[in-house]
C-alpha cells in the first residue's frame, strides 16, 4: 500500500473499523527515512543491484567506474592504500602455505595455481576473478568505498619520463620507490640474465628492499617462488623494460582479430619471441614483481594486472557482439590438453566460488559490477 492511497482512505473512512486500519503518521515517517537512508548509501558506496536482462544475465544497474592511478584525488590514493594496509594486518582466511595474512592469502593462491593460469587461453580470465575478488575484500574486510585502481604505464613512457617518476611510485601518495641498490642485481633468483634473449637488460640500481612510502616495512611470508620466508617487498625498476611498454605496443593490441593472437600478443613469453606487455611491466618494476610465482606480493602487482584487465575490456568493447563469446587456448601448458570454453571453470580455492569463464565475460554482470574510465 502507498502513502496516496492510505491518504484517499483517510478522506473517504471515518467508521471506527477504518481508522483502525490506518498507517500511524509516525510509521510512514519512519519507513521514508529509512528508504532514504538506504538510498543514499547505495549511492555513497556505489555497492551495484543486479537486474536480470531479456538474455537472462545478471546485470548490475550501477557498475562501478574503475580508474587509473593518477586521476585519483590525494584522499582517493590514500584510502585506497590505507585498505592494502588494513587487509595485510588481517589474519589469514585460507590454509594455504605460508599464508599469515590476508593480503598473504591472495599471493599464496597465485603461487600454488602459476603453473596452470599462464600461458594458457584462461590467463586473463582467471587473473579478472583474482582481481575482483581482492577489490571485494578490501572493501568487506576493510571498509574501502573506492574501486581498484590501475596503472596505464604507457602514459609515463609516452611522456618520455623514466618509470620511477611515474606517480605509482610516489612516496606519499603512492606506493613508494625502488629497493636499495645491489650491486650487480641479477633478479630475485640471481638468474635474471637467462632473460637476456628475450629483451631483459640489467636495472643497473635497486633490487632491495624498499626505501620509502607507505610499503617500506612490508613483510611478506610468501615465496619468492615456492619458498616459504619472512622478507622485505623488494624492487628494481627498470626502464630497459620501456620498449615493452609503449603507447605503440598498446595500439598493437586494438589491431588484432581474435581473442587467441590478443592473450597471446599481451601475456608474451615464452610463446612469444621476445617479451610483451605482461611480462615487459613485471620486469620493469623487478624485485618480488619479477618472479612469476609471487609477483603479487607488491601491491602494484594489481595495478598493472588491472591495466591488463582494462586492455582486454578496450579489446572487447570494440566489437562485444562477437568478443563477449571469443575464448580459446589450451587448458593446461603441459599435454593432454584440450581448448577451453566459456564453461571452463576458475577455480579459487578457499577464497571464493568457481565461477565459469562465461560469468566473469561481462564485467557489467555479477559478480563483477564494473566498467573501465
Avoid at 594496509?85 to 593462491?109: E, I, Y
Avoid at 650487480?184 to 643497473?204: C, E, H, L, M, Q
Wanted: glycine letters at 8%; one cysteine or more.
Amino acid at each position: 500500500m502507498d502513502i496516496e492511497n492510505v491518504s484517499e482512505k483517510t478522506q473517504k473512512n471515518t467508521g471506527p473499523v477504518e481508522r483502525s486500519r490506518l498507517v500511524p503518521p509516525w510509521l510512514i515517517f519512519l519507513s521514508t527515512a529509512i528508504f532514504s537512508t538506504l538510498l543514499a548509501l547505495h549511492t555513497i558506496v556505489g555497492f551495484h543491484t543486479p537486474s536480470s536482462s531479456a538474455a537472462g544475465s545478471r546485470l548490475c544497474t550501477r557498475p562501478a567506474i574503475r580508474r587509473e592511478w593518477r586521476v585519483l584525488s590525494n584522499e582517493q590514493q590514500s584510502e585506497y592504500i590505507t585498505a592494502v594496509q588494513c587487509l595485510h594486518r588481517l589474519p589469514a582466511m585460507s590454509n594455504l602455505q605460508g599464508a599469515k595474512t590476508r593480503f598473504d592469502d591472495f599471493v599464496a593462491l597465485h603461487v600454488v595455481s602459476t603453473e596452470t593460469i599462464h600461458n594458457v587461453g584462461h590467463f586473463l580470465p582467471w587473473h579478472r576473478r583474482l582481481l575482483n575478488i581482492y577489490e571485494i575484500s578490501l572493501r568487506e574486510e576493510c571498509g574501502f568505498r573506492g574501486t581498484l585502481p590501475y596503472w596505464d604505464w604507457s602514459q609515463d613512457v609516452g611522456a618520455g619520463h623514466s618509470l620511477a617518476e611515474s606517480p605509482v611510485f610516489d612516496p606519499v601518495y603512492g606506493f613508494g620507490g625502488n629497493g636499495a641498490d645491489i650491486p650487480d642485481y641479477n633478479g630475485i633468483f640471481g638468474n635474471n640474465s637467462r632473460k637476456a634473449s628475450v629483451g631483459w637488460v640489467t636495472p643497473g640500481a635497486g633490487g632491495g628492499c624498499v626505501t620509502d612510502g607507505p610499503f617500506a616495512e612490508f613483510m611478506l611470508s610468501v615465496g619468492p617462488g615456492f619458498n616459504i620466508t619472512d622478507r622485505c617487498l623488494t624492487r628494481a625498476i627498470n626502464d630497459n623494460m620501456q620498449e615493452f611498454l609503449s603507447p605503440a605496443r598498446v595500439a598493437d593490441l586494438a589491431l588484432l582479430m581474435t581473442f587467441e593472437e590478443f592473450r597471446i600478443e599481451l601475456e608474451g613469453t615464452p610463446i612469444t619471441p621476445t617479451l610483451r606487455v605482461h611480462d615487459g611491466g613485471h620486469n620493469a618494476v623487478d624485485g618480488d614483481m619479477g618472479d612469476r610465482y609471487s609477483s603479487p606480493g607488491d601491491p602494484l602487482f594489481y595495478l598493472h594486472h588491472g591495466f591488463l584487465d582494462k586492455l582486454w575490456w578496450d579489446w572487447v568493447e570494440m566489437d562485444p557482439s562477437s568478443r563477449l563469446e571469443d575464448m580459446s587456448g589450451r587448458s593446461t601448458v603441459d599435454p593432454p590438453y584440450v581448448d577451453i570454453t566459456l564453461d571452463f571453470e576458475l577455480n579459487m580455492m578457499m577464497l571464493a566460488p568457481t565461477v565459469t569463464i562465461r560469468e566473469v565475460m561481462d564485467t557489467r554482470n555479477t559478480p563483477q559490477c564494473y566498467i573501465y574510465e
